[in-house]
Every structure is written in structure tokens, then in C-alpha cells.
């Protein structure tokens, strides 16, 4: 399976945007690159997914580069509610039995 | 909808102890997961059932059974604990068929120690 690579670790400042970067090299042409996160003491919850053009919804925005070896999940508004571990992931078509493998993630710390 | 609830939150057992772990899911939701999150470390899939009678194993899938008799269940049982197995454990579901988002709807996790 394709992997993900992600920072360990990242903080911003509260009310600033939030740029969480995701490189995925080896990507296939039918993976779908996914973010969920996961609050302290919580299950993961799904934030949003893409497959080639950018994407956005209420919770934040996905840029994809052209060539889909890296994504940016975009949180366009840092709350400390936003404070999480943020895991990007690869999958197959959503209606693969594929399963999604969860790297550790980038804990984001926001700061007040 | 109460989404997939899990059962125990919470649970301590001795060593070469059984136990089922529940989970259930009103979401008529076909594929069903179990993960174990070890303390700062991602998610590591055990067992998955793509529907009821069907079930697979994943990444750790040693010292785990699991059923599924129904679309709406999928416990996860140990059958001789071993400290090795102190972990968070979640489940999730998310519907098969298209078109859909492929988005894993996550319990609430159970937290267990095995001393």
C-alpha cells in the first residue's frame, strides 16, 4: 500500500490559518487521499477527502498538487477545539474493501 | 441515530482472562472494523467484516476473534489476555456499495488493561 508521509508535530497561533502538509509519493492513480482527526480521548472523525481538484467543506479545505505526490489540509481558522492529531491517508476507490492504514498523524497544538 | 456505540469504556483484566469487546451500529452499515491505538501511535487494523457471515483478518489480527451474525454487530473477543493487549480499541463501520464517501464512522473506543 502507498504510504503517507506527515510532520510529527505542528502549532499555530489561534484565529491564524493552518497548513497541514501530507506527501505521498508512491500515490496510485485510483488512491483518494483522506484526513480525519482525532480529539483527545475520542475516535478518529472524518474531516474530507479529494482525489485530483482541491476540495472544501465546513470543516476546512484539501489542496492537491498536480502530480498528487503531496496534499495540504487547510483549516482556515485555528480554534483550540481544532487542537488534534491529524492523520492523511490513502484509499482506494470508496467502495473498495480496501482498508485505511492510519500512520501517526501530526499532532496540532494551537496555541492561544 | 446513536451512530456505533461501543461497550465497555473502561475495562481491567488479569492476565489469561477472557473478554468481548461489543460494538453496534444503527447506520445499516455493511463494512465493519476493528482498530487498537497503542499510546502515541496510529490505528492498526485487527479484524473487518465487508457484511454479516463475513469477516477477515487485518494488520494484528493475533490473540483476537471476532463474529458477525448480524449487520448490526461485531464484537471483538479475547480469549486469553495478555498485557500486550493493553490498547484503546475502536470500532468503525462506514456503508458498502456506491456511490458513497468511503468515510469510517468511528465509535467511541474501550479502553483496556491487562495486568
Known amino acids: 500500500d502507498a504510504k503517507t508521509t506527515q510532520p510529527n508535530s505542528m502549532e499555530s497561533n489561534e484565529e491564524e490559518p493552518v497548513h497541514l502538509p501530507c506527501n505521498h509519493s508512491t500515490i496510485s492513480g485510483t488512491d483518494y487521499i483522506h484526513w480525519y482527526r482525532q480529539l483527545p480521548s475520542q475516535g478518529p472523525e472524518y474531516v474530507i477527502h479529494g482525489l485530483t481538484s482541491n476540495v472544501n467543506n465546513r470543516m476546512a479545505s484539501l489542496a492537491i498538487a498536480e502530480d498528487r505526490k503531496s496534499s495540504t489540509l487547510i483549516l482556515h481558522r485555528a480554534t483550540l477545539r481544532d487542537a488534534a492529531v491529524y492523520y492523511c491517508i490513502l484509499r482506494d476507490r470508496p467502495g473498495s474493501a480496501r482498508q485505511l492504514t492510519f500512520g501517526s498523524g501530526t499532532q496540532l497544538t494551537v496555541l492561544p | 441515530n446513536a451512530g456505533v456505540t461501543q461497550t465497555p469504556k473502561f475495562r481491567i483484566l488479569k492476565i489469561g482472562q477472557s473478554m468481548t469487546l461489543q460494538c453496534t451500529q444503527d447506520m445499516n452499515h455493511n463494512y465493519m472494523y476493528w482498530y487498537r491505538q497503542d499510546p502515541g501511535m496510529g490505528l492498526k487494523l485487527i479484524y473487518y467484516s465487508v457484511g454479516a457471515g463475513i469477516t477477515d483478518k487485518g494488520e494484528v489480527p493475533n490473540g483476537y476473534n471476532v463474529s458477525r451474525s448480524t449487520t448490526e454487530d461485531f464484537p471483538l473477543r479475547l480469549e486469553l489476555a495478555a498485557p500486550s493487549q493493553t490498547s484503546v480499541y475502536f470500532c468503525?463501520?462506514?456503508?458498502?456499495?456506491?456511490?458513497?464517501?468511503?468515510?469510517?464512522?468511528f465509535g467511541e473506543g474501550s479502553r483496556l488493561t491487562v495486568l
Open positions: 468503525a463501520s462506514r456503508p458498502g456499495g456506491f456511490p458513497n464517501t468511503g468515510e469510517l464512522f
